[in-house]
């Protein structure tokens, strides 16, 4: 656990707690914390697009010019009854396998990453207060624990195996027209043919509309992937992950993964939504610069149990 963490969050981060998600609703529990930079650009006055960054090697720092804080976010396991009624994607932690034995991509379902401000704290007095096939690995029941139940020691050696992939350090988030955008990057491993190393990364997207009052529906995206390599490229398509998600009063907010994969150990990636209000008319919300940054890849095979 990290010393650094505040008073009014060792709360969270000293024992595993039940909590509702302040955004998506969702029942869950918290395992352990992760210490994040949050580089946020929103300087609360301008809904104007700022210009692209330069794709330039020195621009790999372009995230940080902007003074970033210090934000906890934990992971946490999500009630798989809920899973079916949230508005995000619940596979939030993809890795690549051994490179020599494993060339699969695997997804552990039903994990997320959940900053401190989202967290509403609730109380159970089931022995099993959360549905997950890692609950009962993860967790055993304790009648003198408050709450009842204390973390096993296979969540730490858990912990320690997966850490590289699971492992926080930046958001990015920026604010457009009352719709904000949050950007997560992970480091997912490298793949090696031929003399050719290729790195993939993950990067998790929460899209929010702070002025549900004013629905908007995400059309289409625009990006703009710079590798260390020399290389920019521009990606369009319609909505997001096969959906148009429409943020509302209702569903003011939308979650998705992808994956992106790049020939050099390093680049960063930025854009553009399009969003359509109910009246028609268009709007461009931007899609903060982040970082895509390469990580030492363990020797040791990484297994999901």
Excluded at 124 to 153: Q, W, Y
Excluded at 211 to 221: A, G, S
């Amino acid at each position: 656990m990290n010393n650094t963490l505040r008073k009014d969050e060792e709360w969270c981060a000293n024992q595993m707690r039940l909590f509702l998600h302040r955004v998506f609703g969702y029942r869950g529990v918290i395992l352990f914390p992760w210490l994040a930079r949050v580089f946020d650009r929103y300087d609360g006055r301008s809904n104007t697009l700022p210009p692209l960054p330069k794709t330039t090697k020195s621009s790999q720092s372009n995230i940080h010019e902007i003074r970033a804080r210090s934000v906890t976010y934990y992971q946490v396991l999500i009630d798989t009854r809920d899973m079916p009624h949230i508005r995000a994607q619940t596979e939030a932690v993809t890795f690549l396998g051994n490179q020599e034995r494993d060339r699969n991509l695997y997804a552990i379902p039903g994990l997320d990453y959940v900053a401190h401000e989202d967290v509403i704290p609730y109380t159970s007095t089931e022995r099993t207060p959360i549905e997950h096939e890692l609950f009962d690995k993860f967790l055993m029941h304790d009648s003198e624990a408050t709450p009842n139940f204390v973390p096993r020691e296979y969540l730490k050696s858990w912990q320690e195996r997966h850490h590289l992939w699971l492992e926080l350090s930046d958001v990015s988030k920026d604010v457009t027209h009352q719709i904000r955008v949050t950007v997560i990057p992970f480091y997912m491993g490298s793949r090696s043919a031929q003399g050719v190393t290729v790195h993939w990364w993950r990067y998790s997207i929460r899209v929010e509309n702070l002025n549900p009052d004013e629905p908007v529906t995400l059309r289409e995206r625009h990006w703009r992937i710079f590798s260390l390599s020399g290389t920019l490229e521009t990606v369009r398509g319609k909505g997001v992950v096969g959906h148009e998600p429409r943020l509302s009063k209702e569903y003011p907010a939308f979650q998705y993964s992808s994956h992106i994969s790049l020939s050099a150990p390093s680049g960063h990636m930025w854009g553009t939504f399009k969003m359509e209000k109910d009246d028609g008319t268009f709007i461009e919300v931007r899609i903060p610069p982040f970082n895509l940054e390469c990580k030492s890849d363990p020797t040791d095979n990484k297994s999901l149990i």
